[in-house]
């Protein structure tokens, strides 16, 4: 079964940071590219981050950019996005995503809540 799961969120102040995981099963990333998408109350949920599984091209968002890292872990079958310097303005709920390389084929996970306090 086709699965992705979110961990990592949590609370954190401003200028702290915090790793997301999201951990897929039933597939293979090399054939896939994953994203972070995140969406506050609102507000439309919004393309953050997304990593190639084939080659580890990564791409970011400018409002993340130089803050956020993401990474993968093709053996473990996980994606990473690493987030530095938390702001108020990143609280939302992240969502990973992942995309055959096709267009075909498309999953979401469930969301993991970040909060960053001032």
């Known amino acids: 079964q086709l699965q992705l799961a979110e961990s990592g969120g949590g609370l954190a102040q401003s200028g702290e940071s915090l790793r997301l995981s999201c951990a897929v099963s039933?597939?293979?990333?090399?054939?896939?590219?994953i994203g972070w998408f995140r969406q506050a109350p609102g507000k439309e949920r919004e393309g953050v981050s997304c990593i190639s599984g084939r080659d580890g091209t990564a791409h970011y968002a400018d409002s993340v950019k130089g803050r956020f890292t993401i990474s993968r872990d093709n053996a473990k079958n996980t994606v990473y996005l690493q987030m530095n310097s938390l702001k108020p303005e990143d609280t939302a709920v992240y969502y990973c995503?992942?995309?055959?390389?096709?267009?075909?084929?498309?999953?979401w996970g469930q969301g993991t809540q970040v909060t960053v306090s001032s």
């Open positions: 039933g597939f293979s990333l090399g054939y896939y590219v």
């Open positions: 995503n992942a995309r055959s390389f096709s267009g075909i084929y498309d999953y």
